[in-house]
């Protein structure tokens, strides 16, 4: 079976809520102004701009009513949101794409969603490692992608990109996206870089790709080619949880794949993992997180095969379980959750989309 939809939604706004008393929550939205940092931010990464990105890309796994409200909560008011969906069962294609278009439509933000938990269709996505050559000029036309990934991404391509040429006071765009959303992320990224009819329209509107546990795209001729680009090896930033087992992903024994942008990775004290099973305190909490993000320049972790992948859930169940928490694990499935890149990435004395 499968399906191609596309609706949009109008987003509620914040600017009627009555005065807090001094002492209280300041309410939302939780950034003011945000549309204005979107258009001029000129160095990436920004602490503000790749907070809202993980959270963006984590409510992605809702609708776009929802997407639309969490958006408007951080700072987006009145925005639009637009999903573009299209499914085949027997291609391997659940595709889903989030187009958030700010109130006077000079900012939109796209983001894709990520491997739904409970939908084999998207595993198989996954699970469908077979290399595929791209479609257009990019380096040496022998390199090859992730073709699961690459069918995805061109699945909805077409109703995104002439959605976004058809907003004609757009001047800044975004990509984000969580997992198999990080990979298409990427992808579009790549698309809008070296596509004539794309790079044109968009390719200086693009200021930057944000993506959370993003399992790696394509072999290492592929990367080279990405990191020459001087948008992509810099303006695509990648973020990876600990011992999130996604990002180490395909394994090396489907093929040699490596990463392209620039990495960064947060590490939490084994210690924590016996005291707590959340990897920070967030909002009014105002503590200091007990790890850091650092910057990683080697993009070729792969993990080896299945037995990683076996090791990984075995540490999720593990991390249920206050004596087992901090046994040592290479990878972990937990550390894939959103919510932990959320709490990670959450500035200090920043209230959440909660409002807490």
Known sequence: MGECRTWEVQAPGYRELRPFDEGESPGFPVYRGLEELLLSAESHPDPVLRHVMA????YAYAGPETVAMIMARLGLEDNRCRIVRMSADGMFIRSTAFLVRSRSGRVAILCYRGTEPVNLV???????????????????????????FYRNTRATRYDVMN?????????????TGHSLGGAMAGLMAVMIRHERKYRKALGRR?????????????????????QEDGFLGENVIRYIYD?????RLPPSVSGSYQ??????????????????????????????R????????????????????????????????????????VYSIDDHFPRRYIAALTPECVQNEYGD
């Open 55 to 58: 959270v963006c890309s984590a």
């Open 163 to 175: 959605a976004l040429k058809g907003m004609e006071d757009l001047e800044a765009l975004y990509i």
């Open 206 to 226: 693009l200021r930057a790709v944000y993506t959370f546990g993003q399992p790696m795209i394509g072999d290492p001729g592929f990367t080279k080619a990405c």
């Open 290 to 329: 007990p790890g850091a993000w650092r910057e990683n320049t080697d993009l070729t972790g792969q993990a080896w095969g299945l037995p990683a992948i076996v090791l990984a859930g075995t540490a999720f169940v593990a991390g249920r379980f206050r004596l087992t928490r901090a046994l040592p694990a």
């Open 259 to 288: 990463h392209f942008g620039r990495e960064y990775e947060y590490r939490v004290p084994r210690l924590q993992r016996v005291l707590s099973s959340a990897p920070a305190p967030t909002g009014a909490d105002c503590h200091r």
């Open 243 to 247: 011992r999130d087992i996604v990002p």
């Open 122 to 148: 998207n595993w198989l996505a996954n699970l469908d490692f077979e290399p595929e050559r791209t479609s257009y000029q990019f380096g040496d036309p022998c390199n090859t992608v992730h073709g699961g």
